[in-house]
């Protein structure tokens, strides 16, 4: 009688299962999900500065005095400008609308201010504030 060698059926398909195991679990290792994460940052800190300059502008247009410069926002005075009611782009101005920029490098000293991520990213990697018009500008090439 002549003896087969070789593997059967079952152990074929117990070792591919194993294996789709092992690079289920091991695949998310080796994909680098850093850039994806700032960019999501990014994208998070500018709509909150939306929504920081929304709310800014309500409460101003609420109180009625169109020649204020600043806005009470929860106990936080916020420095807007005359007559539009848009926050600064100071730290006493969109800074303190937002009232934290945890995890973010952040320079009001140029304009638009630019809001980086301290973890990494570069100049291509920011959010930016208008502090005249309002306007948020998010660039994301470089994360």
Do not use: H, W
Not at 34 to 44: C, E, L, P
Not at 49 to 62: E, G
Not at 95 to 100: F, K, R, V, W
């Amino acid at each position: 009688m002549k003896q087969q060698s070789g593997f059967t059926l079952i152990e074929l398909v117990v070792v591919l299962v194993i294996l789709g195991i092992l690079a289920a679990t091991a695949l998310p290792r080796f994909i680098n999900l850093t850039a994806d994460a700032r960019i999501a940052s990014v994208n998070g800190v500018a709509g909150g500065l939306r929504s920081a300059v929304a709310l800014a502008q309500a409460k101003y247009l609420a109180t009625g005095n169109t020649a204020a410069t600043t806005v009470d926002m929860s106990g936080t005075s916020v420095t807007v400008n005359a007559g539009t009611g848009i926050p600064t782009g100071a730290a006493a101005g969109i800074g303190a609308a937002l009232q934290s920029t945890e995890g973010y490098t952040v320079d009001y000293t140029a304009s638009p201010a630019t809001f980086r991520p301290a973890n990494g990213g570069g100049a291509n990697c920011q959010a930016t504030y208008d502090g005249t018009t309002g306007a948020v500008v998010t660039v994301t090439s470089g994360c």
